[in-house]
């Protein structure tokens, strides 16, 4: 499985780090991670970092394959 999760802002270089696993991209005012999901265990523990470094989650979602 591939997901996006879009964050608000422009997440640091520092922070994006913490997704070593994801790629990123910069666009509109938000940060675009995107990249492999394993399985629920890994989706729910990407989501609990991003919780963690009070990253305001704009969007998820699973892309085509």
Do not use: N
């Not at 070593?20 to 970092?49: K, N």
């Not at 470094?53 to 394959?65: A, D, F, S, T, Y």
């Amino acid at each position: 499985m591939r997901y996006e999760i879009r964050v608000d802002g422009q997440m640091s270089e520092t922070l994006t780090k913490v997704f070593p696993e994801l790629d990123h991209v910069v666009m509109s005012g938000q940060t675009v991670l995107f990249g492999p999901v394993i399985d629920e265990a890994h989706l729910y523990g990407l989501l609990a970092r991003c919780q963690s470094l009070g990253l305001r989650l704009l969007e998820m979602r699973q892309l085509p394959e």
